[in-house]
């Protein structure tokens, strides 16, 4: 539900992407150990100031953000194939995360990832990465000495404060629970 409802036309309410399959992601042990290191290393560096980010404190600021990749294997029942297939978005995520050093970029809704997964035609099979994110402390895109001040950098922001885009620092805060694998209708 949380996948199709931003997907829902204006005009005649029929999602306009087809869902073949949804699979749960098993992450390791060590992966989910980083992932809430991650947390509570946040929470410890915004304790001295809960006023300003008390989501911060609270949880890390989590949320869970949509992030769109291509899928070039079959995506067989073990979620990943043996090998990683060169190219293939998810298995390279699944396998060894997201690449450090590039950050990751995440959206509120599924159609904006989709959207901003870039020109890629629909003959290439893509999939959305359902994830857990530890967004932290976030800043405007256009704030000054972003990187030194926060772990997130967010644009798009709605009327309840939530970022429709959020760039995160911080690999190993962004944990992917679920693959959605669809096409276009």
């Not at 008390?54 to 949880?59: K, L, S």
Request: hydrophobic share 35%; net charge positive.
């Amino acid at each position: 539900m949380i996948f199709k409802s931003s997907w829902l036309g204006k005009r005649d309410d029929h999602p306009i992407c087809k869902i073949e399959r949804i699979l749960k992601v098993h992450n390791t042990q060590s992966t989910i150990q980083r992932f809430e290191e991650c947390r509570d290393s946040v929470g410890i560096l915004t304790r001295c100031n809960t006023s300003k980010n008390p989501r911060c404190a609270a949880d890390g600021n989590e949320q869970l953000r949509f992030h769109c990749t291509n899928l070039t294997c079959s995506l067989d029942s073990s979620l990943c194939c043996n090998s990683v297939v060169p190219g293939c978005g998810v298995c390279s995520v699944l396998r060894h995360g997201f690449p450090a050093g590039k950050g990751v970029r995440t959206t509120a809704s599924s159609v904006k990832a989709h959207n901003g997964f870039g020109s890629v035609d629909w003959d290439n099979t893509r999939a959305m990465l359902v994830c857990r994110v530890i967004a932290g402390r976030v800043n405007e895109a256009n704030s000054t000495n972003v990187a030194e001040t926060c772990d997130a950098i967010g644009a798009g922001q709605n009327a309840y404060g939530t970022y429709e885009k959020l760039f995160i620092f911080n690999p190993e805060a962004v944990l992917p629970c679920f693959v959605v694998n669809y096409t276009s209708q």
